[in-house]
């Protein structure tokens, strides 16, 4: 909660001051133009709107995630017993029709499919620090890939596979990462520039979105000139001017509402990561 929460709540804040910004002189609206109410910002501090389908990505699109993630924390004590009791296996089964009969039976409700690929997560986890099923680690990785690749090449194919495949490449990769520390996966991912942007990665996921959503609603009203009429136009000025705007911005919020609530080692570790860029 200390580590998750305080971000949360400030980037609510944040959402709030946009939104009275596009509410002035107009309708209250949030950065999507979504009617605010006070129902909506309720709900995110429940952290329940992901329960809501009209409020989902409302005041600030990623939220709705963390609402998940926290949902399902609530429930990983239960998680870990029945791993400790049970074993993998039984936790993943109960996790798959625990997580999709909640799913299909809510009608979609509350994005409950996440319990089970969190699941896949906590297989990942033990993978990465066992001996067992080593020699498969890659394989396994190259087959779900491949499987979702030629997946979602199918008309009308289903999301939740598509995801429950794609946690999976995850989870093995990130195992087989582990394990083979010389790989030239981990020299890539594990670059200095990375690393770094890394240790700021959640509040660069909390609010990327705005400076992208008001830019994009900017060009949408056919006030960005050259802009709004190329795509490659947008796209160019998306990449190379919003992203680093946006980058900088997660960066100072990192700073003011996010590092304060970090351990002292993790601090530590981003300043010297931070001193190698």
């Given at each position: 909660m200390?580590?998750?929460?305080?971000p949360y709540?400030?980037?609510?804040?944040?959402?709030?001051l946009?939104?009275?910004f596009y509410s002035?002189?107009?309708?209250?609206?949030?950065?999507?133009?979504?009617?605010?109410?006070?129902?909506?910002?309720?709900?995110?501090?429940?952290?329940?709107q992901?329960w809501?389908?009209?409020?989902?990505?409302?005041?600030?699109?990623p939220?709705?995630?963390?609402?998940?993630?926290?949902?399902?924390?609530?429930?990983f004590?239960?998680?870990?017993?029945?791993?400790r009791?049970?074993?993998?296996?039984?936790?993943?089964?109960v996790?798959?029709?625990v997580?999709?009969?909640?799913f299909?039976?809510?009608?979609?409700?509350?994005?409950?499919?996440?319990?089970?690929l969190?699941?896949?997560?906590?297989?990942?986890?033990?993978?990465?620090?066992?001996?067992?099923l080593?020699?498969?680690?890659?394989?396994?990785?190259?087959?779900t890939?491949?499987?979702y690749l030629?997946f979602?090449q199918?008309?009308g194919?289903?999301?939740?596979?598509?995801?429950?495949?794609?946690?999976?490449?995850?989870?093995?990769?990130?195992?087989?990462?582990?394990?083979?520390?010389?790989?030239?996966?981990?020299?890539?991912l594990?670059?200095?520039?990375?690393?770094?942007?890394?240790?700021?990665?959640y509040?660069?996921?909390?609010v990327?979105?705005?400076?992208?959503?008001?830019?994009?609603?900017w060009?949408?009203?056919?006030?960005?000139?050259?802009?709004?009429d190329?795509?490659r136009?947008?796209?160019?000025?998306?990449?190379?001017?919003?992203?680093?705007?946006?980058?900088a911005?997660?960066?100072?919020?990192?700073?003011?509402?996010?590092?304060?609530?970090?351990?002292?080692?993790?601090?530590?570790?981003e300043?010297?990561?931070a001193a190698?860029v």
């Open positions: 200390r580590r998750i929460l305080p709540f400030a980037a609510i804040g944040v959402a709030l946009v939104a009275a002035y002189k107009s309708h209250p609206q949030d950065y999507l133009g979504n009617p605010l109410s006070w129902s909506m910002i309720v709900s995110h501090l429940l952290l329940v992901n809501i389908p009209s409020q989902l990505t409302t005041l600030d699109g939220l709705w995630t963390i609402a998940v993630e926290c949902q399902i924390y609530v429930l004590p239960l998680l870990v017993l029945l791993w009791y049970g074993g993998r296996w039984l936790t993943l089964a996790g798959f029709v997580a999709h009969g909640v299909y039976a809510t009608h979609y409700g509350g994005n409950a499919n996440f319990l089970f969190f699941v896949v997560g906590m297989l990942g986890a033990e993978l990465a620090f066992s001996h067992q080593r020699r498969w680690l890659g394989p396994a990785t190259l087959l890939v491949v499987a030629l979602i199918r008309p194919s289903s999301f939740v596979i598509a995801d429950i495949l794609v946690a999976l490449s995850a989870a093995f990769l990130m195992a087989y990462l582990t394990q083979h520390r010389d790989h030239w996966g981990n020299k890539v594990g670059a200095k520039p990375l690393a770094w942007i890394g240790t700021f990665s509040s660069l996921y909390l990327h979105s705005f400076p992208e959503v008001i830019v994009e609603r060009i949408l009203a056919s006030k960005g000139g050259i802009f709004a190329s795509n136009n947008a796209a160019i000025l998306m990449i190379f001017v919003v992203s680093p705007i946006a980058i911005a997660s960066y100072g919020f990192h700073l003011v509402f996010e590092r304060p609530f970090l351990t002292q080692k993790r601090k530590e570790a300043q010297r990561l190698r």
